[in-house]
Each structure stands twice: as structure tokens, then as C-alpha cells.
């Protein structure tokens, strides 16, 4: 991300929003604040995920529950915040993630401009492919859209729920039951 050049566009942005030529002294400041900001919330695009994952030899072969990681992402359509918790189920092959790359790879895809039904889905296809192999994954996101509380339907409170059920969750109807039992507790 080219940060001077946020800057200017934030500064047009500003201008434009306030009908002036000129910044306020309360404002001057704030496109590097909002660049410098952008940076860090938008780090998804620069991380390399696959260099960042752990993965061990698998001496499990059940159930394994990552249950609500916290997370933040960007509407591609308002540009707006939402944000939530994701709850990842994976059944191992092989091999095991190790625990806290689980945050790793939420935070690959959620630190993006996002929808949510196609963040839900990427984290899940991105678990399946990639060097863990599992023999299944589930990913649950439950969001708050502030485009949808602060324009618009201006509700006050509202949670979407979304999920991606791959693999043996998909095919096995009584392995699915196992882990929304689970996902309850």
C-alpha cells in the first residue's frame, strides 16, 4: 500500500465530505492517522499465510475446536467495519495446525475488504487445500455489519451467521451432529 498516496485521497476525501479547501486544524493530521491505520488493518493482502503455518504430525484423529476467535474486517461495499467471532472445526489427517495459526489464517483473510458469506468460505477452502490436509473443516462466523446499524436499516444490534462445511462434515451427517453438539459447550 502506497501510504503517501492514501494520504492525498483521504485529504480529498475530507474536503469533500466538509465542503472546504482546506483541512482543519483538527483534521490536518488525520490522513496519516487514517494511512497508517489502513496499513495495519489491511495487512491480509501482504502476508504470506503459507510461510506463517506450523503443521505436526498428527497423533490425534478426532474433533479439534477453535472456538470464537475475535475478528475485525472492512465491507467491500461501504468500507465500513464489521466484526465477530469465528468458531473453526476441523477433523485431522495427517497432520495438526498448530493452535495459534488458527488466528493466523483468520487473520489473513478477515484483514481485507470483505463479504462475509465469501470470507466464511474462503478461510474454509483455504484450510482444506493447503499442506494440512484435514479430513474435513467447518467455519462458523457470526458478524455485526456497522453498515448495517449506522445506514440504511439502522438496526441496533444485528448478527449475521454464516458457515463453510467441507469434507467428511459435509459428507457424514453424524460427524456434523458431533461437532455442533461440541460447538454448543
Known sequence: MNKERVQELVTQLIKEIEGSDDLRPATRDTPRRVANS????FDGYRLDLDKDIKIFKAQYSEIIISKDIKFYSMCEHHILPFYGTIDIVYMPGEFLLGI?????????FTHRLNVQEKMTDDIANYLMDCVLKPRGVMVIVKGTHLCEI?????QSNPIMIT????????????????ALELLKS
Open 100 to 108: 495459534s495459526k488458527f488466528v493466523r489464517v483468520v487473520n489473513y
Open 150 to 154: 449506522m445506514r440504511g436499516v439502522k
Open 38 to 41: 489502513y496499513n495495519e488493518i
Open 163 to 178: 458457515s463453510a462445511i467441507k469434507g467428511i462434515f459435509k459428507s457424514n451427517p453424524t460427524t456434523r451432529s458431533e
